[in-house]
């Protein structure tokens, strides 16, 4: 079974900082992408960022130039760096896990979601 475990999230004024982490658990034996996705109370959820084991990347447009998502492929690990934060980020955020590979094939696993509130 694999879990995904998410940290890193809270209560931030606008302009500031914070560090999402992600840890997948359990008995895999490689992970294509990793990303990050959030959504705030009544909308849908949207991608954020997601990076491959190659370390390519994309990013919603709203979070180009202030995100940065990265990954260490050892620990399994995707991180997101989020800067210049504004309140229109305001979401929970969930780190999701596509085409992990496990005994009996490839499956995609989602975090619970951490909140991230940007208010002053």
């Known amino acids: 079974q694999v879990q995904l475990v998410e940290s890193g999230g809270g209560l931030v004024q606008p302009g500031g900082s914070l560090r999402l982490s992600c840890t997948a658990s359990?008995?895999?034996?490689?992970?294509?992408?990793m990303g990050w996705y959030r959504q705030a109370p009544g909308k849908q959820r949207d991608l954020v960022a997601t990076?491959?084991?190659?370390?390519?990347?994309n990013y919603a447009d709203s979070v180009k130039g202030r995100f940065t998502i990265s990954r260490d492929n050892a620990k399994n690990t995707v991180y997101l760096q989020m800067n210049s934060l504004k309140p229109e980020d305001t979401a929970v955020y969930y780190c999701?896990?596509?085409?992990?590979?496990?005994?009996?094939?490839?499956?995609?696993?989602w975090g619970q979601g951490t909140q991230v509130t940007v208010s002053s």
């Open positions: 359990g008995s895999i034996f490689s992970i294509n992408a």
């Open positions: 999701n896990a596509d085409r992990v590979r496990i005994i009996g094939g490839f499956y995609n696993y």
């Open positions: 990076i491959t084991s190659g370390s390519m990347t």
